[in-house]
């Protein structure tokens, strides 16, 4: 089974910057991308930025300039650094691995930003 552990997530001001992690471990073969989620109080889980396992890289159109997703193979680990956060990117955010058998999530760390 394939675990994922996220970390990095807190409580920063407006304009704040935190970098989230996401540690993968398990036994599977394929992963065919890992990415960031989110969902906040009440509202729908909505993607933030995904990677391919060619390395293609998308972003929700609210984070875009201001979010940054990255990996390291090595480690079997993904960031996700968020610069200039805003109030409006609370909530809790998930990692996830989209694998040939099934996608896998994390259990979510908090984001809260105050105004």
């Known amino acids: 089974q394939v675990q994922l552990v996220e970390s990095g997530g807190g409580l920063v001001q407006a304009g704040g910057s935190l970098r989230l992690s996401c540690a993968s471990s398990?036994?599977?073969?394929?992963?065919?991308?890992m990415g960031w989620y989110r969902q906040a109080p009440g509202k729908q889980r909505e993607l933030v930025a995904v990677?391919?396992?060619?390395?293609?890289?998308n972003y929700a159109d609210s984070v875009k300039g201001r979010f940054t997703i990255s990996r390291d193979n090595a480690k079997k680990t993904v960031y996700l650094q968020m610069n200039s956060l805003k109030p409006e990117d609370t909530a809790v955010y998930y990692c996830?691995?989209?694998?040939?058998?099934?996608?896998?999530w994390g259990q979510g760390t908090q984001v809260t930003v105050s105004s």
């Open positions: 996830n691995a989209d694998t040939v058998a099934k996608p896998y």
């Open positions: 398990g036994r599977f073969y394929i992963i065919n991308q």
């Open positions: 990677i391919t396992s060619g390395g293609n890289i």
